[in-house]
C-alpha cells in the first residue's frame, strides 16, 4: 500500500508541476470555446457559396411567374427556345445551369430538372426546390383570391412550453434543450479525458520500459502496485484539472449571469423567452438535416441581425432552467462515471504501454480498445440525445464499455437510482476484473524486450 | 558466517529452454560474491530470482535462513543491467523517490539523499534533470540509487558495463567500501579485469548450470598447473637430456624486449620445483623465478570450454528476455 502512494505521488507530482500541464488548464478551456466560437462563425459566414449564378429558366409554365423575385444569388435569364443550344451553352460555362420546369400542374411540380456542369450541393438543390414549391404554393393562394400580405397573416406561430412535475408536487420550468447540451458537454469531456489521460498511462508505462527504469522499480515494488499507482495518480492529475476547469467555469457563469441580470427587465425576459423558443425550434430541424430546415438556416443567415438577437434571447430563455437543474445528480453521475470508465479504459492502456517496445507497435492494440470508446460516444451522440428514455439509451448505459459515455448523457434527463446503481455496479465489477487481467500482462509485459509483441503473446501472458 | 542469501537446488524455465538448472549457491555475510559466465549463461536470470522480481519454478531462496519473500526486497539494492533513470526528474527528486520506493521514511530518504550526493561530491547537480547532467554524472545517480537504504545485500547485474573507466575505478572504491562497513554484495560479469581483485568468492556459470564455485584463492590453488618461470639476462644452454628429463619439461621459452629471456617449465613429482631452481642456479645470470598462477581469466576460458557443450556465443540474442 505504501509504495502504491509513492508511486502515486510520482506521477501526480511530475505531471502537475510540469509548466505544460499548468498552461494548458488555462488555455484548454480557452481554445475549447475558441475552436465551437470559429466553427460556428465559419458555418454561418462563409458557408455559403456566395457565387452569383446566372441561370437559363425555361418557364413552360407562365402561371409559375419563375423568372420573378429569383432566390438570393442568382441571376435568371429566358431559356433559348431549343433544348441543343441550351444544354451547349451550360456545357461551354456561358451560363451556371438551365432549369426547365416542364409540369403545369401547380398542387405537384413533378418534372422540373436543373441542368449543370458541375454537381449541384445539397444545399443548391434544396434552395431551388424550396423557391419553386412557394412559388407554386403562392400561385396556389393566389387562385383562392388571396393577396401576398394577406398569405403571411395567415402563417400560425405556436410556443409550446415545458414544465416538470416532481414528486414533490413542485412544477418547474424545463429545458430538454438545456439538458442534452449539458448531457452532451458532458460525455464529450468525459471522452476526451479517456483517451488524453488513458494514452497519459500508457505511455508513463511505455517510458519506463523504453527508458530501462522499471526493473529498478519492479526490484522493490510489485507490478500490479506500480500499474495501479500509475493508474491513480495520473487519474489524480485528471481529477485536478477539471476541478480547476469547474471552478474557472463557474466563476465564468457568475460573471456572465451577473451581467444578464442587470441589463434585462422581467417584460422583456418574457418575450425573449418565447421568441427564443421559435429560434431553437428552427435550430433543433437544422440539425436533423431536413430539406426545410436548410432553407429555413438560408432565411435566418439572409438576416444577419437575427442569429446574434436569437442567440442572447437563447441565453435568457435558459436562465429560469439552469437553476433549476439537479445539478448535485449530474455532478456526482459524472464524478463517478468519469473515474469507473477512466479506471476501466486506463488498465487497458496501461497494459498496451507495458507490452509493447515503441511507440509505433502501439496501434495494433489501441484499434480495439478505442471501438467501443468511440462506439459509446456515437450512440451518446444519436440516440441518448433523442430518447434518453429509450430502450436502446438504457441498454449501452448498461454496459460498462459505453456506460461512462451514455449514462452522463441521461443524467440531466433523470435517470433513476436502481438504474444508476445498476449500471455503476456492473462497471466496478468490469472494472475491477480488467484490471486484474491487465496487470497479469503488465507483469510480464514490462519486463518482455525484444520482438514485437502479438495478441498471442498477450494471450500467453495472461494465462 | 551465515549466508546472507542462500539459493537451494534453484531451476527456472523459459517456454522449452531450461535457464537455471539445479543451482545451489550461498553467499557469505560481508563478503563480495563474484557471478561470471559468458552472455546468456543465465546470470541474469538467477539475480532476478534473488532480486524477488520472479520467482524459481522449483527450489528455495533464503535471504538470512528466511524464506525469501517481496519484503526483503527492502533490504536490498539492485542495479540491473538494463538500467535507466527518469529523464524528466531532477536528480534529487530521483533519489528520494527511489529511496521511499526502498521503504525509507521521507526525513530519512532527504537525509541519505543529501549524504550520498556530499559524499560523490555532487550537491551542484542535486537540482539539475537528468537529461541535463552528463552521462558518466548519470551513471554514478544510478549507483547511487540503489545504495542510499544502505542495504544488507547489494546486487549488481553487470555495474560495469557502460561505465567510462574512470567511473568504473569509482564504483570499485565504493564497492569495497561498502564492503568494509559490512554490506554484502553480489555481482555478475562477464568481464574477468575486476573479478581478482575484488572479489572473496566466485561461482562460474555456464548454460544455466553452476560449473564451478568457491573462494577465489582456493580455486587459484585447485587451479595450479605446476608451471614455474625462470628469467635470465640471456639465452641458456638447458641441455636436457643430460639431467635425464624428457624435452616436454621446456613448455616455452620468450624473448623479452628488455633482452631478459623467460623460460616456463612443467613441474612434477619426478621433476619438482627444487630441482628446477637448482638446475636453474647452475646456468648463471638468474634473475626471475615464479610460480606461473592461472589468472581467473584463464580458469574461466578452461572451464567452459572444458564444459561439454560449446560456449552458447557472444551474443545477447541467447539470453531469453520474454519471461512466460
Known sequence: MKNIFVIFKREYLTRVKNKTFIIMTFLAPLLMVGFYAATIYIATETGEDDRTKTVYVSDNNPELLLSHNPPANYVLLPAPSDSDSALAHVERGLVHAWLNVEDRDLRSVDSATYYTSETPSITEKETLKEWIRNKATQRQFARLGLREGQIDSLQSSCNLETKEVSSQGDVKESSSGLKSGIGFALAFMIYIFIFVYGSMVMRSAMEEKTNRIVEVIVSSVKPFDLMMGKILGVAAVGLTQFVAWIVLAVGLVFGISALFLNSGSGMTTKQAVQSGVEARTGMGGMGAGSGAAVSMGGEMSAQPGGMVHGASDMAAEFTEPLSNLPYFQILSVFLLFFVGGYLLYSSFFAAIGSAVNQESDVQQFMMPVTLPLVFGFVIAQTVALKAPHGAMAKLFSMIPLTSPIVMVVRAPFGVPLSELALSFGLLVLTFVLMVWLSSRIYRIGILSYGKKPTWKDLWKWLR | ?324
Open chain 2, 1 to 324: 558466517m551465515s549466508p546472507v542469501i542462500q539459493a537451494i537446488d534453484v531451476c527456472k524455465t523459459f517456454g522449452e529452454q531450461r535457464v537455471s538448472k539445479n543451482i545451489h549457491l550461498s553467499v557469505p555475510q560481508g563478503s563480495i560474491y563474484g557471478l561470471l559466465g559468458p552472455n546468456g549463461a543465465g546470470k541474469t536470470t538467477l539475480i532476478r530470482m534473488l532480486s524477488t522480481i520472479t520467482q524459481p519454478d522449483s527450489g528455495e531462496i533464503l535471504f538470512n535462513g528466511e524464506p525469501l519473500k517481496e519484503i526483503h526486497a527492502q533490504q536490498m539494492g539492485y542495479m540491473p543491467e538494463e538500467r535507466g533513470l527518469y529523464k524528466k526528474m531532477t536528480v534529487a527528486e530521483q533519489l528520494l523517490f527511489f529511496a521511499e520506493l526502498r521503504g525509507l521514511s521521507n526525513k530519512d530518504a532527504k537525509a541519505s539523499v543529501k549524504h550520498w550526493l556530499q559524499r560523490l561530491e555532487m550537491m551542484d547537480w542535486a537540482r539539475k534533470k537528468v537529461e541535463e547532467i552528463s552521462k558518466g554524472m548519470a551513471q554514478k545517480v544510478q549507483f547511487v540509487s540503489c545504495v542510499l537504504h544502505n542495504p544488507q545485500l547489494l546486487i549488481l547485474d553487470e555495474p560495469f558495463s557502460g561505465f567510462d573507466p574512470v567511473n568504473a575505478d569509482l564504483i570499485k572504491d565504493l564497492i569495497i567500501e561498502l564492503k568494509n562497513q559490512g554490506t554484502s554484495i553480489i555481482f555478475s560479469t562477464h568481464r574477468m579485469d575486476n573479478v581478482e581483485s575484488l572479489c572473496d568468492r566466485l561461482a562460474i556459470i555456464h548454460q544455466g548450470e553452476k560449473v564451478l564455485d568457491g573462494g577465489v584463492s582456493e580455486i587459484r590453488r585447485d587451479h595450479f598447473t605446476g608451471i614455474f618461470e625462470v628469467g635470465f639476462n640471456q639465452m641458456v644452454d638447458w641441455d636436457l637430456s643430460r639431467n635425464s628429463l624428457p624435452a616436454e619439461t621446456l613448455i616455452s621459452m620468450q624473448n623479452q624486449s628488455d633482452g631478459k629471456v623467460v623460460y616456463r617449465f612443467q613441474t612434477s613429482d619426478s621433476f619438482t620445483p627444487e630441482q628446477l631452481l637448482k638446475l636453474a642456479m647452475t646456468k648463471g645470470n638468474l634473475v626471475h623465478f615464479s610460480e606461473n598462477i592461472p589468472s581467473i581469466h584463464e580458469i574461466f576460458v578452461n572451464t567452459v570450454s572444458k564444459s561439454a557443450e560449446p560456449i552458447a556465443g557472444a551474443t545477447k540474442a541467447a539470453e531469453p528476455f520474454v519471461m512466460f
